[in-house]
């Protein structure tokens, strides 16, 4: 009786199953499908915030020209918009943050997962994230209260809040990022490599540079391109200790970045008036760049995969 | 100097933390020999061949005790290990093509030892890709990845690399396992030509192998030596029951 029981049980729970199968299979197929949804949901939302400028903005002036004059003080005058100098400063951050995070992280990467051992490595992985969760709001304190200082102290500058800093605080944000992902490829590379290297008479060095990077170049390169879209991408630490200037600023200059530039304007803004498109034209740019971004990484990721097969 | 001692293990005990892999191992390998070391699995053939060219250095847990001496030279007191492990060619039971170019795995070693001229370079790799038996396989090929050839072929690609710095002595660890029977006789053929320039230690599970081509050779069981001699006394007059036992098949 209880056999049957337990049975019917089975029966009905398989039986369950296969209803449920299908539906499963949907809920699935939603989900792939909808981040695709939101990618383009997204685009379609920030077009259509900037839709009725789009038409009427000089584009030349737009990327050409260092005269982002929203409101201008003669109120007979019209607003200007050339953001050059302002893509000009993302662009500066990302390249000056990267020269700084790129070495030092892979640098750590390489310590931790081919030198480090025991309790070391296990403290170096937690600090790095640890380092990873700082919010970058923190950073940016960071970079406006104690760095800028330092930075004037050191190189004898006017002014501490300038693109040095900015992009120190980005490499700081960006080297967590690059050491993970760096040594998770490092150390997905087999033990046997290491040792047929070691054995046919290669030093540790030799071992990591001619062996080890090759074969986890597909890592390293995606930990690069993550690590510049963290630069490209970021708005709070930028912001406060940029400057916020927007010129052809040198590395004590100050600077001003697309994404501190739309988060700084915003509240000056009228819902849908010219000036708040504008930012959201900016808005488009940035979105372009980092879809160009990632199309470059994959191609160069496949390029590499290619060269090899 | 056929009896010249060129390898002398003396009271060789190496512990992987606790657990004993080699229990006091004494044993010399003669120059220009062929070495055959055969026994079950667990044995510690593979410890043996990295206390040769101290690969066991990298193992954390592992501790050496006793000396393994080269033509005389205890290899713990060698301070240059680099140098050391470029006189002693390792193949590895799994076949480990690096991520370069067939050409650039062969070269490898040879670069690092600081050999930079092209023509000589080149003449390397034909050499040792020839007596791997695999030169005639990729010689229309030798830039593309080591890593796509198939696993015998790799296998064989680490062969020419241990031998591209013509080793003094050249460690084996199981290198046919993955090479069908036609090239392993024809490998085979080439280790005993290369005798003459080097001492062979054959670690292998084929028994016949170590029948076929080694001078003298040692059965390990259970971290020590049953028995070592030369092959065709080991194999006529076994003096342990155990020794006939696996020579005939027998051990399970």
């Known amino acids: 009786m209880a056999d049957g029981k337990t049975s019917s049980i089975r029966a009905l729970g398989s039986r369950l199953l296969d209803r449920a199968e299908p539906l499963i299979k949907g809920v699935i197929y ?5 981040s695709i949804l939101f990618v383009a949901a997204i685009f379609f939302f920030i077009f259509k915030e900037a839709a009725p400028v789009l038409s009427s903005v000089d584009w030349g002036s737009f990327f050409f020209e260092n005269r982002w ?6 109120e007979n005058k019209a607003p200007s918009y050339g953001a050059a100098g302002i893509i000009y400063g993302t ?19 390489v310590y931790i997962s081919e030198f480090a051992t025991g309790k070391t490595k296990e403290i170096l992985k937690i600090l790095v994230e640890l380092l990873a969760a700082i919010p970058s709001i923190i950073w940016g304190f960071i970079g406006l209260v104690i760095m800028s200082p330092i930075i004037q102290w050191v190189f004898g500058v006017e002014v501490g809040v300038n693109l040095f800093n900015a992009s120190l605080m980005v490499a700081f944000m960006a080297i967590p990022l690059i050491v993970s992902i760096s040594e998770d490829s490092l150390r997905a590379v087999p033990d046997s490599y290491r040792e047929a290297a070691l054995a046919l008479g290669a030093s540790r060095w030799e071992m990591i540079y001619r062996v080890l990077f090759p074969a986890a170049k597909n890592g390293l390169l995606a930990a690069a391109m993550l690590g510049v879209g963290r630069a490209v991408g970021e708005t709070m630490a930028v912001w406060m200790a940029s400057g916020g200037t927007e010129q052809f600023g040198l590395l004590f200059d100050r600077v001003k970045a697309m994404t501190a530039t739309i988060a ?19 808005g488009i740019v940035l979105l372009i760049i980092c879809v160009i971004i990632n199309v470059l990484s994959d191609l160069v990721i496949k390029g590499v995969k290619k060269k090899h097969s | 100097m056929p009896d010249h001692h060129h390898i002398d293990f003396r009271n060789v005990t190496v512990r992987y933390g606790n ?18 070391i055969v026994g079950p699995a667990n044995s510690g ?17 592992a501790s050496v005790d006793g000396r393994v001496r080269i033509d005389g030279e205890n290899v713990r007191e060698i301070k240059n290990v680099y140098s050391l492990r470029r006189r002693i060619g390792m193949v590895f039971p799994l076949p480990v093509g690096l991520p370069l170019s067939i050409y650039e795995n062969v070269a490898y070693g040879p670069r690092r030892a600081g050999i930079h001229d092209k023509g000589q370079l080149d003449e390397i790799v034909e050499r040792c890709l020839k007596q791997s038996v695999l030169w005639d396989e990729v010689k229309d ?12 072929q790799q296998q064989r690609l680490t062969l020419a690399r241990a031998l591209s710095l013509e080793p003094e002595i050249l460690c084996l660890d199981e290198f046919s396992i993955a090479i069908d029977p036609v090239t392993t006789m024809k490998i085979e053929d080439v280790l005993v030509n290369l005798r003459e320039k080097m001492t062979i230690i054959l670690v292998t599970n084929l028994i016949q192998q170590a029948q076929r081509i080694a001078d003298d050779m040692m059965f390990l069981n259970d971290s020590d030596i049953v028995e070592i001699g030369p092959t065709a006394e080991l194999f006529a007059n076994p003096k342990h029951t155990l020794t006939a036992k696996y020579l005939s098949g027998e051990m399970g």
């Not at chain 1, 849908?272 to 900016?282: N, P, S």
């Open chain 2, 45 to 61: 053939k593979t410890t043996l061949l990295k206390c040769i060219n101290r690969t066991i250095d990298f193992t954390s847990t």
């Open chain 1, 69 to 74: 004059i929203p409101n201008p003080a003669d």
């Open chain 1, 91 to 109: 662009f500066a951050i990302t390249v000056v943050s990267m020269l700084i995070a790129m070495p030092l992280g892979l640098a750590a990467a």
């Open chain 1, 264 to 282: 700084s304007e915003m509240k000056d803004t009228a819902h849908g008036d010219e000036h708040y498109q504008m930012l959201f034209v900016i």
């Open chain 2, 141 to 152: 090929r030798l830039h593309s990845l080591g890593t796509k050839l198939s696993g015998g």
């Open chain 2, 19 to 36: 657990d004993i892999a080699l229990d006091g191992l004494d044993f010399h390998v003669r120059k220009n020999t062929i070495f055959g």
């Open chain 1, 30 to 34: 939603v989900s792939g499908w909808s």
